[in-house]
């Protein structure tokens, strides 16, 4: 039979190329899509793509045929050379060429086993990432230098493309398992803190009676042991509470309690308990006609009172003031602290969960790193935001807005 030499059409098969690039194609998908293209552009009957995996090798798709499996420990030392080779090889090549002579039978045996007339190994830079083979022609027709060529020149570019399909459900399903993982996170540290504020209560409890002389007077050293274990037992609660508050907040089941209030007697009355250094000064500037806004009293408490304490902490002298503006429908509230301030290196992280500027073992200043995370994520519940400002050894500034009008909180129901 006589066959007139097929010429390739680069410039379409560039054009189809983009087409298949250029779809995010699941996997699946991208791998037929591929395989359909070559057997088209190659008048193949029938393609399979062969794929590393660890460290060995597997067909990830057939189109033509079935699925089959094939003996890796036969094809080793042809994948071993056709790694050194880098460019298509053929069947007939195999037969026909003198210069194939030494890897003649385990070629031929690879062929078989792939029913194969041709294979195209695919890299990126030096890496082999697995390869095609693509079994006889439509009527017989052979593989010629001329489709061996066009082969060659597609292989890079359908290599990058895979290896991009590749890394892309990579990263999908380590994002699946990652959130699997946060999810078991949050559920232990939700269950685990929650069995540990039990007993920790009574233990406060108990100390507290202890403390009171309800058991009997106690003498100074015992006084002094009891408020250790208070202090500590309390700021192990304040822990706890801030863990299990972070995993509610995660998991979606924060209810609101909305009411409208004024914030200068919220603001006042926390100003009492705060643990202000004795050479730091409270200034409160919040104008008696500052309009009232809408929000979780007791959420709004918290946020207060983590910066305020927090201000009150990172200052050892100096000033802390506190001072609300109305800016269309929020009220902007600012905490500004004259105290060490955040390096601007550190400022992207003190959102974080657990994040200390102050991190290490020996850092000065106690704390969980869990309260800025709660205040913003309390603030976004209101479809408010935070941020800061701050710069190192002079200060300070969180802001925050507010609602002023019911209608920015969104999907939550208001008290009456
Ligand atoms: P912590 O419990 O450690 O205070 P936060 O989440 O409240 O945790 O804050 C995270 C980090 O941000 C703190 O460890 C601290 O380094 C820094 N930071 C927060 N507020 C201030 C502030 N007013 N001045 C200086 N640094 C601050």
Request: proline share 4%; charged share 25%; glycine share 8%.
């Amino acid at each position: 039979m006589i066959f007139s030499k097929k010429k390739y059409d680069y410039e379409e098969s560039a054009k189809k190329l983009s087409v298949l690039f250029a779809n995010n194609f699941p996997s699946n998908e991208f791998h037929r899509n591929l395989l359909k293209f070559l057997c088209e552009t190659t008048d193949s009957v029938g393609a399979a793509l062969v794929l590393k995996e660890k460290e060995t090798f597997t067909v990830r798709h057939c189109l033509g045929w079935e699925s089959f499996s094939f003996r890796m420990e036969e094809c080793v030392g042809m994948i071993q050379w056709l790694k050194k080779n880098k460019g298509t090889i053929t069947r007939l090549q195999l037969l026909e060429e003198s210069r194939w002579a030494p890897i003649k039978k385990m070629g031929l045996n690879f062929f078989i086993q792939f029913q194969a007339e041709a294979c195209l190994p695919l890299f990126v830079g030096e890496e082999m990432l697995g390869f095609v083979t693509l079994s006889q022609k439509r009527e017989g027709r052979p593989f010629t230098a001329a489709c061996r060529q066009i082969l060659d020149w597609l292989g890079p570019q359908l290599a990058m493309s895979l290896n991009n399909s590749l890394l892309w459900e990579k990263i999908r399903y380590q994002n699946v398992e990652l959130a699997k993982v946060n999810d078991l996170k949050s559920q232990i540290v939700a269950n685990l803190s929650h069995e540990l504020k039990t007993p920790l209560t009574a233990v406060i409890g108990f100390a507290e009676l202890l403390a009171e002389g309800v058991d009997g007077e106690l003498n100074g050293e015992q006084k002094k042991h009891i408020t250790q274990v208070l202090d500590g037992s309390n700021r192990l609660l304040k822990i706890l509470t801030a863990l299990v508050d972070l995993a509610k907040l995660e998991a979606g089941n924060f209810p609101l309690n909305i009411q409208q209030f004024h914030l200068a007697p919220l603001v006042t009355s926390l100003s009492d308990e705060l643990p202000l250094n004795r050479d730091t000064a409270l200034q409160i500037e919040i104008d008696s006609d500052t309009p009232r806004i809408y929000g979780d009293l007791g959420l709004v408490r918290q946020i207060f009172r983590h910066l305020l304490d927090n201000a009150a902490k990172y200052t050892p002298g100096g000033s802390v003031k506190v001072s609300a503006s109305k800016k269309g429908e929020v009220l902007e509230i600012c905490v500004a602290d004259t105290g060490i301030g955040i390096g601007p290196e550190k400022m992207p992280r003190i959102f974080d969960d657990f994040y200390q500027a102050d991190g290490g073992i020996t850092r000065r200043f106690e704390g969980s790193g869990l309260g800025l995370t709660l205040s913003k994520k309390w603030v976004e519940l209101h479809g408010g935001r935070l941020w800061a400002k701050s710069q190192l050894g002079k200060g300070s500034q969180f802001y925050f807005t507010l609602p002023l009008k019911p209608i920015v909180i969104k999907h939550r129901e208001l008290a009456a």
